[in-house]
Nanobody, 124 residues
Framework: QVQLVESGGELVHAGGSLRLSCAASGRPFSSYAMGWFRQAPGKEREFVATISWRNGYTVYADSVKGRFTISRDIAKNTGYLQMNSLAPEDTAVYSC?????????????????WGQGTQVTVSS
């Protein structure tokens, strides 16, 4: 079992920045990929970014490329999502997830464990 706990979501003005954290516990994380997904009211959960814990390779959704950066701190077993140039359309509940793979994973069906989510609200 892997437990994931997100933090860092809050209300921010458009153009601002936030850093979300995802602390993982329960199992060695070296054979997992971590992903961030978001779900806005009335919309499907969508992929945001993913990172291979083993080699650090990353993949981003087109909508966040160049603005968001996913990273990991292996020693702390914690993943991060740095979000810059935030816009109102980024408003959503952001969740991190872990999937058993040495590669990056972009489909939510590939993930085995999910955090509870953290609310990000961007005001215009």
């Amino acid at each position: 079992q892997v437990q994931l706990v997100e933090s860092g979501g809050e209300l921010v003005h458009a153009g601002g920045s936030l850093r979300l954290s995802c602390a993982a516990s329960g199992r060695p994380f070296s054979s997992y990929a971590m992903g961030w997904f978001r779900q806005a009211p009335g919309k499907e959960r969508e992929f945001v970014a993913t990172i291979s814990w083993r080699n650090g390779y990353t993949v981003y959704a087109d909508s966040v490329k160049g603005r968001f950066t996913i990273s990991r701190d292996i020693a702390k077993n914690t993943g991060y999502l740095q979000m810059n140039s935030l816009a109102p359309e980024d408003t959503a509940v952001y969740s991190c997830a872990a999937g058993r793979s040495y590669r990056t994973l972009t489909s939510r069906d590939d993930y085995d464990y999910w955090g509870q989510g953290t609310q990000v609200t961007v005001s215009s």
